[in-house]
């Protein structure tokens, strides 16, 4: 009984809501556009839209090409609990300063170390990662780096792999 009186009284209710609106000849906005006419605000969307453009063609014109030795580097047989150390060799394909601004290993048994100085346009540099598989961490192990540079696309994943036993 008590479902059958809300559902009654909801129905009621949004009827009125529907009838009240249709009634109104003015639709008004939910929306508050801190009292801007039209004009005004278009003029402003306008705007955002010169800068908006303006600041994603200074981001291109800054963003260079990069390029890898490897993609995969594969430690083969490993020991758990010991050291395993690679290097990838970075090259600027570009012909910007090529920035790497981040790398991030996706365990903590791998530790990436970023080259701290822009690479210049034709130039290499190398990105140490290493290995150090835990205790109990054994078989085979697919571990991923990502590099985020001033490139595009941003993002470039290398991968790591070994056989722990």
Known sequence: MKKTVFIVSSILF???CTSEASNNSEVVSAVAADDQSEAELK???????KE???????????R???????????????????DNA???TITNTGKKPLIIENVEASCGCTTPEKPEKPILPGKSDRMK???????????EIDKKVTVTANTEPRLTVLTIKAFVK
């Open 14 to 16: 949004l009827s009125s």
């Open 43 to 49: 003029a402003s969307m306008k705007e955002f839209e």
């Open 64 to 82: 260079t090409s990069i390029s890898f030795d490897k993609m995969v580097h594969d430690y083969g047989n490993v020991k758990p609990d010991s």
């Open 52 to 62: 908006e453009a303006k600041r994603l063609k200074e981001e291109a014109e800054s």
């Open 129 to 139: 990662v290493s290995f150090h598989p835990k205790p109990g961490q054994v078989g």
């Open 86 to 88: 690679t290097y990838f």
